[in-house]
Structures are given as C-alpha cells and as structure tokens.
C-alpha cells in the first residue's frame, strides 16, 4: 500500500498542487471575477447554488449582516432578475452585484459582495448580501427600477476617473456624515448628481444631508472599488440611525459624484 510507486504518485500530485497554487494567486482578473459574479447571476436566477464554485474549506455566506446557511437563504429561492449590474476590485479580489426582481411574486433589491480567497477567481470564500424586499426601508422595487435603469453606468474614459482612495474616502465620507458634522462638505457633489435610497429619489444628491448628530459611527464596512466605473459599494452596518444591514454605492464621474444608491434593512 506505501510502495515505492504510491509515494513517486503522491509526490507528483504534491508537485502538481504546488504548480496550481503558484498559478492560480499570480493575479485576481476582471474577466474572472465578472464570471464569478455572473455564476452569482445565474444562481440566483434558478435558485440553485450548484454552479457556484464555492472553497470546500474556508467558505462563509452572510445574509443581512449574520451567518446564514446558502441553502435556506434568498439565494436558494429562484428570481425574476430585471437588472443586474456588476463592478469589479481587483486588489480585493472581490466583485459587487445589484440585482432587482421588481416584476416576480416576490420582490427584492439584492446588493452582494463577492470575495475570493488568494487572488484565486475560480473558488469563492463569501458570499456577503443585504437583501431587501417588502418593509424594508423605502422599498418599492418597481419604482426603484424605473430610476436605475435610466442611469448610465459606462466604462469612464481615463481622465474621468479617480483613483480607490479617493473612492474610498468618498465612501467613508458618506457614510460618516451622520457622526460627523463636517463630513457632509468634504464630499465632491456633482450639480446633476441622483441619490436613490431604496425607491426614493433625491436630485440633486447633494441637498439635504446630514450634518452629524449621531454618536453611533455606521461599523463593519466591506468595500468593493472599481475605478473603471467610478464605483464604491461599502456594505455596512447602519448603526448611527439602529443596527441596519446596510450597502451604500457611489459613482464618482470626472471627480464629483453622479450617482448615490442605498438598500437598507429594518430589522
Ligand atoms: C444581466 O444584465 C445584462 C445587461 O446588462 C443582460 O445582458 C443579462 O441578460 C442580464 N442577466 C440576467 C440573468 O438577467
Ligand atoms: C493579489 O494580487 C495583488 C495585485 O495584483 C497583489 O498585490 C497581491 O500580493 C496578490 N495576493 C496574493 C495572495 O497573491
Ligand atoms: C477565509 O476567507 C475569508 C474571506 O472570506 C478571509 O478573510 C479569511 O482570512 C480566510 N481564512 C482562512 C483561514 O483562509
């Protein structure tokens, strides 16, 4: 049974995982994680997980901010998807999808965050949503569609974009304007800019913000940054205003920012 052959095979395979490993976490691709998002997609779609490549060993799903188990959560249900919108982080090596069914027997606006374990696209470790449907806040998911399918996310041309720092303190900037007095002038608004929060709309974004009053900073924030879009999504915990399950999107166009998009549990 432990023969010389047995250990030249063992051997050979070990070689082999070592080769793969080295291969695989050479670098975390766009293409690889848009596929990754789209087996999310189709997922969704069907109501069965069996597509996804989900890691045998280090895999977590998270439903509203808690442990849920992939089989009985939203995603074990099949959708009626009416729009899905994916951006995609490199350096984290995750990916972000919006989904609404608007037009099924069950509405929802699904935001998910996706992350792989080693730049590796090819195996998921979390599967990370903040679903919304009938009672949560503002939610009307016909209406919000109507919104969101007139925006235009593009690709922006090079001298549009603005690098994940600066994405990121937008993000941040955002999300702490209700701890933080200040925070509301440090954000570039655009004059045109469009803030959806669950299905209501604001035009432009930049009036009536917040201007601290909280001493509760919204917590836990996970973020996905994809400068080709101009995009943040930052999943959080709304904390300042109750314990929300929470995910905050910005676009930033040319500096300042075009689009805002908020789904928010109440719990
Ligand atoms: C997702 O959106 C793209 C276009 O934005 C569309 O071509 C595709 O069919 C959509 N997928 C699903 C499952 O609805
Ligand atoms: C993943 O890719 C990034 C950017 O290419 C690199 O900085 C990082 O070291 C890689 N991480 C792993 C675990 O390979
Ligand atoms: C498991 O995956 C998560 C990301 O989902 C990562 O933060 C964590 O470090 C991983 N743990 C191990 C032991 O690899």
Redesign the pocket.
């Known amino acids: 049974m432990f023969g010389p052959s047995t250990r030249g095979v063992t051997a050979a395979l070990s070689i082999l995982a070592i080769t793969t490993t080295v291969v695989v976490?050479?670098?975390?691709t766009r293409e690889g994680l848009l596929a990754a998002a789209n087996s999310y997609i189709a997922a969704q779609t069907s109501g069965s997980i069996d597509g996804l490549k989900l890691s045998a060993t280090n895999f977590t799903y998270q439903l509203n901010n808690k442990v849920a188990d992939i089989k009985t959560g939203v995603l074990s249900q099949p959708l009626k998807i009416d729009l899905n919108r994916s951006t995609a982080d490199?350096?984290a090596?995750a990916s972000y999808t919006m989904l609404i069914s608007a037009s099924g027997s069950k509405p929802y606006v699904i935001s998910t965050q996706i992350r792989h374990p080693?730049?590796d696209t090819g195996t998921i470790s979390l599967i990370d949503t903040v679903a919304a449907t009938t009672g949560a806040l503002f939610f009307n998911a016909p209406k919000t569609l109507g919104y969101i399918q007139k925006e235009n996310w593009g690709t922006l041309e090079e001298g549009q974009r603005v690098d994940r720092q600066e994405l990121k303190r937008v993000g941040d900037a955002y999300l702490d304007m209700w701890t933080d007095a200040k925070a509301a002038d440090s954000i570039p608004w655009g004059t045109d800019c469009e803030r959806v929060e669950g299905s209501q709309l604001t035009r432009p974004c930049g009036a009536t913000l917040p201007r601290g009053g909280s001493q509760r900073p919204n917590g836990n924030r996970r973020y996905v940054i994809d400068e080709t879009v101009g995009s943040v999504d930052v999943l959080c915990s709304f904390d300042s205003l109750g314990n929300m399950p929470d995910s905050h999107e910005v676009r930033v166009e040319g500096g300042k920012v075009k689009y805002v998009h908020t789904v928010t549990v109440l719990q």
């Not at 976490?25 to 975390?28: D, L, T």
Request: proline letters at 0%; a negative charge.
């Open positions: 976490s050479a670098e975390c490199t350096v090596c080693d730049n």
